[in-house]
T-cell receptor, first 111, second 115 residues
Framework: DAKTTQPNSMESNEEEPVHLPCNHSTISGTDYIHWYRQLPSQGPEYVIHGLTSNVNNRMASLAIAEDRKSSTLILHRATLRDAAVYYC????????????FGEGTQLTVNP | DTAVSQTPKYLVTQMGNDKSIKCEQNLGHDTMYWYKQDSKKFLKIMFSYNNKELIINETVPNRFSPKSPDKAHLNLHINSLELGDSAVYFCASSLRGGGDTGELFFGEGSRLTVL
């Protein structure tokens, strides 16, 4: 599986935007970019995914670099509930839903 | 209704014992998984079943035996528990092939502590 690199931790203030970066320089043409997050004492939950184009949903936006070697998860207005570990994962199109989790980024949101 | 439910949520037991964790999903998915999250918070896939058939079996000791009586259930039985088995075990489900989003739905986890 292609590897992703994320900062270990980031901090944000409540109601401010948060940009969570992810590098994936060895991404292949058929790899989807997925983001999951894990709130304290809960299982991971799906946030967003994309292939080439930027994506928006009710939770977040995903900005994908033109060369696809990096991406950024954007939380438009952070809330305290957004404090979690955010995982950037590459999913091979042929691997179904098999996901390989890395270390993720621990996001702290300050009131 | 809980989409993916695991029982028990907490399990404390002695070394050498045998224990089981049960998982059920009511999402109509055909693929289920077991993941292990250790004390360093790394999440690793252990097993995956599709329609009761084992399709992923990572390098997990033989003491771990998954069982899928039907596509809505995937149980994990662990024999001769060791200290290193202490972890949070997550069950997950999805559509085979990932569906449109490749989304995995996780349960809340079962925290196993081996003394």
């Amino acid at each position: 599986d292609a590897k992703t690199t994320q900062p270990n931790s980031m901090e944000s203030n409540e109601e401010e935007p948060v940009h969570l970066p992810c590098n994936h320089s060895t991404i292949s043409g058929t790899d989807y970019i997925h983001w999951y997050r894990q709130l304290p004492s809960q299982g991971p939950e799906y946030v967003i995914h994309g292939l080439t184009s930027n994506v928006n949903n009710r939770m977040a936006s995903l900005a994908i670099a033109e060369d696809r070697k990096s991406s950024t998860l954007i939380l438009h207005r952070a809330t305290l509930r957004d404090a979690a570990v955010y995982y950037c994962i590459l999913r091979m199109k042929t691997s179904g839903s098999r996901l390989t989790f890395g270390e993720g980024t621990q996001l702290t949101v300050n009131p | 209704d809980t989409a993916v439910s695991q029982t028990p949520k907490y399990l404390v037991t002695q070394m050498g014992n045998d224990k089981s964790i049960k998982c059920e999903q009511n999402l109509g998915h055909d693929t289920m998984y077991w993941y292990k999250q250790d004390s360093k918070k790394f999440l690793k896939i252990m097993f995956s079943y599709n329609n009761k058939e084992l399709i992923i079996n990572e390098t997990v000791p033989n003491r771990f035996s998954p069982k899928s009586p039907d596509k809505a259930h995937l149980n994990l039985h662990i024999n001769s528990l060791e200290l290193g088995d202490s972890a949070v075990y997550f069950c997950a489900s999805s559509l085979r092939g990932g569906g449109d989003t490749g989304e995995l739905f996780f349960g809340e986890g079962s925290r196993l502590t081996v003394l």
